[in-house]
């Protein structure tokens, strides 16, 4: 069985600019840098409910779908990996709409909502 490469993230200054380097994840984490994750949320409009996953993991409701954004890698392409890994749902990119951005410890989140 092959060795599983390192997951590298893209290293940002605390606006979210690229800084022009990349960690692997495991030190992006221990030196508390900031890096980029995508969020899915799948919410139906006409039964006003959101989709949560109950995580394998840890047993802890998580949002619907998310995941660190790899180097070189947007938003959108994070997203929809996610949301096939997770879910197995495939969904094309005009799928989704850029809700908004925001920074929380040192993670500059992308939330993006499938309908």
Do not use: N
Request: proline share 4%; aromatic share 10%.
């Amino acid at each position: 069985m092959a060795k599983p490469q390192k997951e590298y993230l893209d290293v940002l200054t605390p606006t979210g600019e690229k800084t022009g380097i990349s960690k692997p994840r495991s030190q992006v984490h221990r030196d508390g840098d900031f890096h980029r994750a995508a969020h899915v949320w799948i919410y139906s409009e006409s039964t006003r409910e959101l989709l949560l996953q109950l995580r394998g993991d840890c047993g802890l409701w998580d949002i619907s779908a998310a995941g660190h954004v790899s180097a070189g890698e947007s938003s959108l392409p994070t997203a929809m990996r996610e949301l096939e890994e997770e879910l197995g749902i495939r969904l094309p990119s005009d799928a989704f709409e850029l809700l908004f951005v925001f920074i929380q410890q040192r993670l500059i989140f992308f939330l993006l909502k499938y309908f």
